[in-house]
């Protein structure tokens, strides 16, 4: 057989097939011994290098600079618009309550029902201001108004720590915002970015600046928690921002600024137990400063708007009685029979929902929008009464504090709420009693002239019976009705009122 046959016999093949396995065998085994590492037995340490982060991580880092640089560039851009306000003026203590700081940050070391003699001292304050606009050599700062009352001498603290004599330039006592001047031919001061307070939304960064208990040009972070917060102290109409970035004694008057390094607020008051920060500080919206900056400047003082009405707080059931449901609207109690309202044909029991096509959801809106509704203008007021749609065109006059406080012209100068069958069935009014409770008279107005007081039953108008709040606001706005007359129960005793002519 020759040798080429040899080999591809089959005995052959499968000798060859067994060395081959043979030979991978050695290879494998000695590249895993390779690997070993060699020991006599005792411990050996081997150094390692730092874990790497992982590309999430590095990403996280990276994002969380992004944010600290952001602080870093508003911190940069607003600091040097805001200023610290040192204040000696005049303070007054009256039953226990001290003008401005228990107002807008509470007192933890005086009881509320503390009483004195009102006693009139010098006192220091501090708080802060934003550089809002310069005109040659004048600055004008933006503050509260609570901040610069009663000023005898203000010095104002520019962030590089120079500093200047101010005049407070005018008032916004029912904002509570004042605007203070000084002058300096620096070109390096420069005034704020305001933005618009109108587009923030509930989440946004928010970033407070001033000189909280002086500790100068301060810088606090957080959100804004709310926004159109009404309530504010001192019947400031304004809808405020609620922010949980902290705020404290010496804020007042600060910037608070967005993420773009704009300011979109002004510091104002905080909810406290103890007067320090809690997480509830609110500042006036910049869009409400905006007019009032102008005026002050232009004219030394605000021009507000005027209705000529008084406004009630009626509950969900009494709203209902009325045929209101739950839409929402200002309810009209009172007119003042010369102003502007009466005039266009508003009257007591109205319930307004919209304004120039401004939805109206709550009484202070209304105070609000009608404030800074120009003097002379005319708008389109939507309202129901007695459950029908109406729409009036009203002109609005200036607000005057003697027109406004002037209640002898306020119709009707009472409001009255549904009859409680507890009262009947408790034995303290006779069965089959019907009317309406009467739950507030107010001084010098003609129901207060007339005689009526808190808790009369009112059981009839002009010698009708009345048994609905529907049937009183009808009586109350006939227009075929000049003279009025009220019966009343009170003390068990039927009275009727002397006969008023209204005006």
Do not use: C
Not at 284 to 306: C, H, L
Not at 371 to 384: A, H, I, N, P
Not at 392 to 418: H, M, N
Not at 469 to 486: A, E, G, M, T
């Amino acid at each position: 057989m020759s040798l080429i046959k040899h080999l591809y016999s089959k005995k052959i093949f499968l000798i060859n097939l067994v060395l081959v396995g043979i030979l991978i065998g050695f290879a494998a085994a000695f590249s895993i011994l390779a690997r070993v590492p060699l020991s006599d037995g005792s411990s050996i340490a081997h150094a390692e290098s730092a874990p790497m982060l992982s590309v999430d991580e590095a990403g996280a880092v990276l994002q969380a600079k992004a944010i600290q640089s952001a602080f870093n560039q508003v911190s940069r851009s607003v600091l040097p618009s805001v200023v610290e306000l040192d204040v000696l003026g005049t303070s007054t203590i009256n039953g226990g309550e001290e003008f401005p700081w228990r107002f807008f940050f509470g007192d933890p070391e005086t009881a509320p029902d503390e009483k004195s003699v009102p006693e009139e001292f010098e006192e220091r304050g501090l708080g802060s201001g934003i550089i809002v606009r310069k005109d040659g050599k004048k600055i004008y700062i933006l503050t509260n108004n609570h901040v610069v009352s009663g000023a005898k001498e203000i010095t104002i603290k520019l962030h590089d720590e120079r500093e200047f004599k101010g005049t407070v330039v005018g008032t916004d006592a029912r904002r509570d915002l004042a605007v203070v001047s000084f002058e300096s031919a620096d070109a390096d001061i420069r005034p704020a970015r305001l933005g618009n307070s109108d587009a923030i939304e509930v989440g946004d960064w928010a970033i407070a600046i001033g000189s909280p208990f002086g500790l100068f040009s301060s810088v606090t972070v957080g959100v804004v928690s709310a926004i159109g917060r009404d309530g504010g102290p001192e019947g400031n109409i304004s809808d405020f921002i609620q922010t949980d970035a902290s705020i404290n004694r010496g804020n007042s008057g600060g910037a608070l600024a967005n993420i773009d390094g704009e300011v979109i607020g002004i510091n104002t008051w905080i909810a406290s137990t103890t007067g320090g920060s809690v997480g509830l500080g609110f500042s006036i919206p910049i869009n409400n400063a905006v007019r009032v900056i102008e005026d002050i400047i232009s004219k030394g003082s605000v021009r507000y708007g005027w209705l000529g009405v008084l406004l009630s707080d009626l509950p969900k059931t009494t709203l209902g009685e009325l045929g209101f449901g739950d839409k929402r609207g200002a309810f009209i109690g009172h007119v003042f029979t010369d102003g502007p309202a009466a005039k266009s044909g508003l009257k007591p029991g109205d319930f307004v929902t919209e304004i120039d096509g401004k939805p109206i959801a709550s009484l202070d809106q209304l105070v609000r929008i009608v404030g800074d509704l120009s003097v002379g203008s005319r708008s389109t007021f939507k309202l129901l009464r007695d459950s029908k749609q109406v729409e009036l065109k009203v002109t609005i006059e200036e607000r005057k504090e003697t027109s406004a406080a002037d209640y002898s012209r306020l119709w009707p100068g009472l409001e009255v709420t549904s009859l409680n069958p507890d009262l009947i069935e408790k034995g303290k009014l006779p069965k089959g009693t019907k009317g309406l409770v009467v739950t507030s008279v107010i001084a010098k107005s003609p129901a207060a002239a007339l005689g009526l007081k808190l808790g009369d039953v009112l059981t009839g108008m002009n010698e009708i019976e009345i048994d609905s709040l529907v049937q009183y606001y009808r009586i109350l706005n006939d227009p075929r009705s000049s003279k009025f007359q009220f019966t009343v129960l009170r003390d068990g005793q039927t009275l009727t009122t002397l006969a008023l002519i209204r005006k």
